[in-house]
């Protein structure tokens, strides 16, 4: 089932929802609500499937991805972490945008609105993940 | 959640690290883009659902559109003779002077079914591959101007890269002042033409199109406008940013030239 709502997820980011990165958001609540060893698998799952809609190579997406999930569960574990939807939206937000900012190498106002309306999707994305 | 942690030792990590190496390697994009052709089908269904919606409100106006459009095609009618006249003229010109005539285009028509996953917006996915005669390398333009170039096409799908896209270069020219130069993608001022002699005329507004120089995209396409010109870090040229003519954001239609 988890399996079925990535490939929806990918397919509604490449087609309607073109500014958002919800499946970044995806690891990372899994990485706060799951732990960083789930995390890193979905990660690297969701990496490859990244890969394939995408022009940039495997190993980046599979890195990228994969460390996201790894660096969120690790925070939750040792930093702080409250289990709540605004706790989830705020990392959501400060998640993709440092992951764009790396990725970029400056912080533009689209990389604002894309974290903005990607964590938006926090409270639908979390479902997912209880699942 | 405190187990999960544990078992994360050092060496699953380096395990894992050389697995995303090796599944890095193995991938190669000609096995993606087959795989992407699987994907073709839901792609197409999605994007053609969200573009027929997008439109819904605008219909009043497409149908204002249409109907002016229509008008239109009368006087177009009559400057078509003209130009059929001028155009007979014209071969029989060149044939005197011995020039050669140029290979006649074939342009492939294709929906834009998909956009990059990372949401950065430099590559498109069009729904006609090698079956329809789309293949690497080819240019893929809009009715309006300029889109990119194919990178990598699969059986009936193909990824294109876009002139925004940081690896793109094309030859171009400033189409008042002949003033030639390299543009080049760029992640955050889109477009920039580089390498503009000092005491170049460009200004604001003029139209960018492109050389022909590199034989591969051809001459007289339409790229786009400039926006505004500076010196560049070196001090030795100028630089333009420059607005594309083709609103890539909103893209729907590409086609592609054979």
Not at chain 1, 57 to 64: Q, Y
Not at chain 1, 89 to 109: D, E, H
Not at chain 2, 18 to 29: G, P
Not at chain 2, 61 to 68: A, D, S
Request: proline fraction near 3%; glycine fraction near 8%; charge should be positive.
């Amino acid at each position: 089932m988890l399996i079925a709502w990535i490939i929806i997820l990918a397919l509604l980011q490449v087609t309607v929802l073109r500014d958002l990165n919800l499946l970044l958001v995806l690891v990372i609540l899994a990485g706060l609500r799951k732990g960083p060893a789930p995390a890193l698998l979905m990660g690297a799952s969701i990496g490859i499937l990244v890969s394939i809609f995408s022009s940039s190579s495997m190993g980046f997406n599979l890195a990228f991805y994969s460390a996201s999930g790894l660096l969120a569960g690790l925070i939750s574990l040792r930093v702080y972490y409250k289990r709540n939807l605004y706790t989830d939206f705020l990392f959501s937000y400060c998640g993709v945008m440092l992951f764009y900012f790396i990725l970029t190498g400056r912080f533009s106002p689209i990389i604002f609105s894309t974290a903005f309306c990607s964590a938006i999707f926090s409270p639908v994305l979390f479902r997912i993940i209880e699942r | 959640m405190e187990n999960s942690y544990k078992n994360l030792p050092l060496r699953k990590l380096l395990i894992f690290a050389a697995c995303i190496i090796l599944i890095s390697q193995i991938f190669s994009s000609d096995f993606r883009i087959k795989i992407l052709n699987i994907f073709r089908f839901p792609l197409k269904l999605v994007s053609g659902s969200y573009y027929v919606l997008r439109d819904i409100p605008d219909f009043k106006e497409i149908r204002k559109e249409n109907k002016l459009l229509k008008e239109n095609i009368g006087n177009l009618n009559g400057k078509l003779v003209d130009l059929k006249e001028s155009r007979v003229e014209n071969k029989r010109m060149r044939q005197l002077l011995g020039f050669r005539e140029n290979k006649k285009r074939k342009i492939i028509p294709g929906m834009v079914i998909a956009r990059e996953a990372l949401g950065l917006g430099d590559t498109i996915v069009i729904d006609k591959g090698k079956a329809q005669g789309v293949y690497k390398g080819m240019v893929v333009i809009s009715v309006s101007g300029l889109v990119g170039r194919v990178r990598e096409s699969g059986r009936s799908i193909s990824r294109a890269v876009l002139i925004t896209h940081p690896d793109s270069v094309v030859g171009g020219i400033v189409q008042r002042t002949r003033d030639e130069g390299a543009i080049e993608g760029n992640m955050s001022s889109g477009v920039i033409m580089k390498y503009l002699e000092l005491d170049s005329d460009v200004k604001e507004g003029d139209k960018i199109i492109t050389s022909g120089f590199s034989g591969v995209f051809e001459k007289g396409i339409l790229i786009g406008e400039v926006v505004s010109v500076e010196k560049d870090v070196s001090g030795l040229y100028l630089r333009a940013i420059v607005k594309p003519e083709v609103d890539l954001r909103r893209l729907e239609d590409a086609l592609v030239i054979r």
